[in-house]
């Protein structure tokens, strides 16, 4: 099989799938790899703004990720739960279906319901899926963002700071043990001087 074969494979099976939970999830995956890398190319910022938000972006992403996915299960299991023949059938006759009513009317209304339930579950769990993906990007990835990544960061300045504090203290200490001993000098400068003036007798 050539490469252009199994590329056409791929995206035809990927456009199949066009949740828009897959889409959302794409995205944030090509923004988590390249947004923080673009960052980190640009020449015109200090090495420490451009880490920290090459930081601040991937965290994002990160975070970004699994929500999407989760949202894309829940509106799976609430697309599920609304393409049912209950919500395509009048009330009266699904109680009489209930109530174990097989008069044609009835019988034939929950057949009818149940085709309706397997055509729209399709649209059903695609507009599940974007609402999902919309709640996520408007309300729960911001809320997750603000309360995980303050203190993720705070910690990694904590620790550069540290790091910086530790290293200049090493440097202070070489510096301070390379410094010659002046005391050791001046000891054997004082000692010539006294040695040299004593006299022993009339001498």
Do not use: W
Request: proline share 4%; with cysteine.
């Amino acid at each position: 099989m050539g490469f252009k074969q199994s590329l056409e494979k791929t995206l035809i099976k990927f456009g199949k799938n066009n949740s828009p939970t897959v889409i959302a999830m794409s995205i944030a995956v090509a923004k988590g790899i390249f947004r923080p890398t673009f960052t980190m190319m640009d020449k015109t910022e200090s090495y420490e703004t451009k880490r920290y938000t090459a930081l601040r972006e991937g965290l994002t992403e990160l975070i970004a990720i699994p929500v999407y996915f989760l949202s894309g299960v829940c509106s799976k299991k609430a697309a599920e739960k609304l393409a049912v023949p209950k919500n395509f059938m009048s009330k009266d006759l699904y109680k009489k279906h209930l109530a174990g009513d097989k008069s044609i009317e009835v019988v034939n209304a929950f057949k009818h319901a149940e085709e309706l339930a397997k055509i729209n579950l399709p649209k059903i769990s695609a507009n599940a899926s974007f609402a999902g993906v919309c709640l996520s990007a408007l309300l729960i990835i911001p809320f997750l963002c603000s309360v995980a990544i303050k203190p993720i960061m705070k910690q990694i300045e904590n620790k550069n700071n540290n790091k910086t504090n530790m290293a200049k203290e090493i440097n202070t200490e070489i510096i301070s043990f390379q410094k010659p001993d002046n005391s050791v000098n001046t000891f054997k400068g004082l000692y010539k001087n006294i040695g040299g003036s004593m006299k022993v007798g009339s001498l």
